[in-house]
């Protein structure tokens, strides 16, 4: 019974999980809620705990959490409603390497279009379309501060949104 309900949300999802032909729209829409200017999502993952699949090795699904898990990567919008989602990766592998070999890594640049950007943590890589927190070396000033904090109290909300899973 399990596996016509997962190949059902498998074969809707990129019709339901979709970014809006309108990015302006996205974008000034996340500028209301946060001030955070050019900004059409933000991106994080989250643990879907899982049984070692037979014949796997288990230390390569056993999260930082000590249990064996898939990392389940998503981007959402300002309302929390997911705009990408895909899964299957062992949460051993980092978010980053997760991220490079997804799909819509590849699609993001173009999706973008040298204008906007989504919103990741420190485990994610920056990149022109893709805005991370600035390195803290001990030599952030005020200012480099004060733009973390704003980006992570941004980002928050992928963090509500798989928490309301």
Not at 2 to 12: A, H, K, R, S
Not at 47 to 70: D, E, F, M, Q, T
Not at 91 to 98: E, G, N, P, Q, V
Not at 125 to 147: I, N
Request: hydrophobic share 35%; charged share 25%.
């Amino acid at each position: 019974m399990m596996y016509p309900v997962i190949d059902f949300l498998l074969d809707i999802a990129p019709r339901i999980m979709t970014f809006p032909d309108d990015m302006e729209k996205l974008a000034n829409e996340f500028k209301q809620v946060s001030g955070f200017p050019d900004n059409i999502g933000c991106i994080d993952g989250s643990y879907i705990p899982v049984r070692c699949p037979a014949g796997k090795v288990r230390s390569v699904y056993v999260n930082r959490h000590h249990y064996p898990s898939l990392t389940l990567p998503g981007i959402c919008d300002n309302r929390k409603r997911f705009l990408d989602a895909s899964t299957g990766a062992p949460s051993k592998i980092h978010d980053s390497r997760i991220f490079r070999l997804s799909t819509i890594s590849k699609k993001l640049p173009q999706l973008c279009a040298g204008k906007y950007h989504i919103l990741g943590d420190a485990a994610y890589p920056s990149r022109e379309f893709l805005m991370t927190p600035l390195r803290d070396y001990g030599s952030l000033d005020a200012s480099d501060k004060a733009f973390n904090a704003k980006l992570s109290s941004t980002r928050v909300v992928i963090e509500k949104a798989f928490g309301e899973l």
